[in-house]
């Protein structure tokens, strides 16, 4: 990128972030003001018991994060860009002085998004750009509660705010699969505790419900990434490849339409993404999110408790990215996303 162009993102980056900052009141202004609707009210006292539980029982930082409450006039906060080679699963990554290397580009203007987009995929890129309902800033501010969730089911809100404080609890850079997958092993484990804390037996089959869901939804894509990859890798020529990936992305339509039908009684939650034509930078981050889970889960099994948990995540974080990723019984491939960790059989080191 250019000098100029590399100062005009960070500006925007900032002026985002600040002004967010600014439209931020304490939850007590809110539930204490007259004209905020009783609605809004309720969601910010159960942000509240989610905050104690997070702080309480799952060790997550006792900050200011999640004390306050802004309102926007968009519905996501901010909108990532997501770009990968026309014949790979292999997510382009942007550098950054604080966040590291990562396989996202943020804008806080949709159409801002949007043109950085068109020009990635001038340059041959599939891309994919996608709203964001909230992130973290690594505990460098306070992150507020916003609009873009606060109307998310209880399950979903809790889940949420889990998964950002985890990311100010361990960061390790220029590892976006090993953060977020510790991020959503803790969102996980957390708001099945919370959940069983509250005694509340339909939210609890609700968010059953909505976790089968997902986890039908993610085994649909892990399938269509395994014959993604293996067209990818095969010798056939690039136009042959070409249109293998058209006929996979057809099929993976198909058998979404058939899930629906046949299992989730006409569901339609995931309809969005699949609105937009699908290109490898839908895929390209699924893994990020969810291949270490399992690890994660094992090692939560191992530690003794929380603290210890979190102990040994940091000693992981310390480690060389291809160290810890051995650890977790996901050796680095040499080249490419071949070989994900729920492929591999690597031996992990004692943690």
Request: hydrophobic fraction near 40%; proline fraction near 5%; aromatic fraction near 12%.
């Amino acid at each position: 990128m250019g000098g100029c162009s590399s100062v005009s993102y960070y500006a925007q980056a900032a002026h985002g972030q600040f002004s967010l900052l600014a439209q931020a009141r304490p939850l007590d202004d809110w539930i204490g003001d007259p004209a905020a609707k009783p609605a809004l009210k309720a969601k910010l006292e159960t942000v509240r018991e989610i905050r104690r539980f997070a702080v309480a029982e799952l060790g997550l930082p006792d900050n200011g994060s999640y004390k306050t409450y802004a309102q926007l006039d968009r519905p996501y906060v901010l909108w990532n860009v997501v770009a990968a080679p026309e014949l790979s699963l292999k997510a382009h990554q942007w550098c950054f002085p604080v966040a590291g290397c990562v396989d996202y580009r943020g804008y806080y203007s949709q159409q801002a998004a949007q043109q950085y987009g068109e020009q990635l995929q001038r340059q041959g890129y599939d891309v994919q750009v996608v709203g964001v309902p909230a992130y973290s800033t690594l505990g460098w501010f306070n992150d507020p509660v916003i609009s873009t969730f606060i109307n998310y089911p209880d399950g979903e809100l809790a889940r949420l705010i889990f998964h950002e404080l985890a990311h100010q609890t361990v960061y390790a850079r220029d590892d976006t699969p090993f953060n977020e997958g510790f991020a959503v092993a803790v969102e996980e484990i957390g708001v099945r505790r919370w959940l069983s804390a509250r005694h509340d037996d339909a939210m609890i089959e609700a968010y059953r419900r909505f976790d089968a869901r997902k986890q039908d939804f993610l085994a649909l894509l892990d399938t269509y990434r395994d014959k993604l990859e293996a067209n990818y890798d095969s010798d056939a020529g690039d136009a042959d490849k070409r249109a293998r990936k058209q006929e996979i992305f057809d099929q993976m339509r198909a058998d979404y339409a058939r899930l629906k039908a046949e299992r989730w009684n006409g569901y339609a939650g995931y309809d969005r993404w699949f609105a937009m034509p699908l290109s490898n930078a839908h895929l390209a981050l699924v893994g990020a999110y969810h291949d270490l889970v399992p690890a994660f889960k094992e090692l939560f099994a191992r530690s003794d408790g929380f603290p210890d948990f979190y102990a040994r995540v940091r000693q992981l974080a310390q480690m060389d990215k291809a160290a810890r990723h051995a650890a977790l019984g996901d050796p680095l491939p040499d080249a490419g996303p071949k070989g994900r960790g729920k492929d591999r059989k690597a031996e992990r080191a004692p943690l």
